[in-house]
Nanobody, 123 residues
Framework: HVQLVESGGDSVQAGGSLRLSCAAS????????MGWFRQAPGEEREGVARIFFGGGAGTYYADSVKGRFTASRDIATNTVYLQMNSLKPEDTAMYYC????????????????WGQGTQVTVS
């Protein structure tokens, strides 16, 4: 079965950088996309970035992180990363990695497989 394990969360000062990692195992070859999401206490979950493997491929970002965050994928190690620069206090949240096989669900930002999350705190 699919297993996603995030790491790299930490407490940093505003303006700092972090790189989150998501080690994936058991991913079917039909996986269409992977994504990064975040959720702050009392807030709804927000999609941060999506990396599409199928179709035209590409990476999409939430407006709130464009120009500051970069999502990438290492095919050899089946790991996806989220490089976060110029961090702001409003980036404080639990960050989750997710994977999805369905193109339709990818485009709808609805993912079937989730990691346990890693905490990012910016002060």
């Amino acid at each position: 079965h699919v297993q996603l394990v995030e790491s790299g969360g930490d407490s940093v000062q505003a303006g700092g950088s972090l790189r989150l990692s998501c080690a994936a195992s058991g991913l079917p070859s039909s996986t269409y996309c992977m994504g990064w999401f975040r959720q702050a206490p009392g807030e709804e979950r927000e999609g941060v970035a999506r990396i599409f493997f199928g179709g035209g491929a590409g990476t999409y970002y939430a407006d709130s992180v464009k120009g500051r965050f970069t999502a990438s994928r290492d095919i050899a190690t089946n790991t996806v990363y989220l490089q976060m620069n110029s961090l702001k206090p409003e980036d404080t949240a639990m960050y989750y990695c997710a994977a999805e096989e369905s193109a339709r669900q990818c485009w709808r930002n609805e993912f079937a497989n989730w990691g346990q999350g890693t905490q990012v705190t910016v002060s």
